[in-house]
Nanobody, 118 residues
Framework: QVPLVESGGGSVQAGDSLTLSCAPS???????MGWYRRRPGQERELVAH????????KYADSVKGRFTISRDNAKNTVYLQMNNLKPDDTAVYYCNKEPTLCSPFDSWGQGTRVTVSS
């Protein structure tokens, strides 16, 4: 798989904002990407997904209106802007890069922890 470099996690208070970023290392191929999270005691779930051109975006119901996924294809970087964070958003967030013709790998980041306290 392609190494994905994630950054931006941290510990914040409820109502604060954070922005996560994810960029593949050594891979210039553009593909659909997504952010997933694993909350304590739960399975990994999709948070947000964006197609390669950024035209189609989808969100988990729990984050609609608070989180925004975007991408800068010139930098081959995907972002997750998280506003009005809630304690229930506490999780390890993972970036995923889907396979594409020029880079046929399903790649995952190492995870970045987000902790939201009340």
């Amino acid at each position: 798989q392609v190494p994905l470099v994630e950054s931006g996690g941290g510990s914040v208070q409820a109502g604060d904002s954070l922005t996560l970023s994810c960029a593949p290392s050594g891979d210039t191929c553009i593909s659909a990407m997504g952010w997933y999270r694993r909350r304590p005691g739960q399975e990994r779930e999709l948070v947000a997904h964006i197609t390669s051109g950024g035209v189609t975006i989808k969100y988990a119901d729990s984050v609609k209106g608070r989180f925004t996924i975007s991408r800068d294809n010139a930098k081959n970087t995907v972002y997750l802007q998280m506003n009005n964070l809630k304690p229930d958003d506490t999780a390890v967030y993972y970036c995923n890069k889907e396979p594409t013709l020029c880079s046929p790998f399903d790649s995952w980041g190492q995870g970045t922890r987000v902790t939201v306290s009340s």
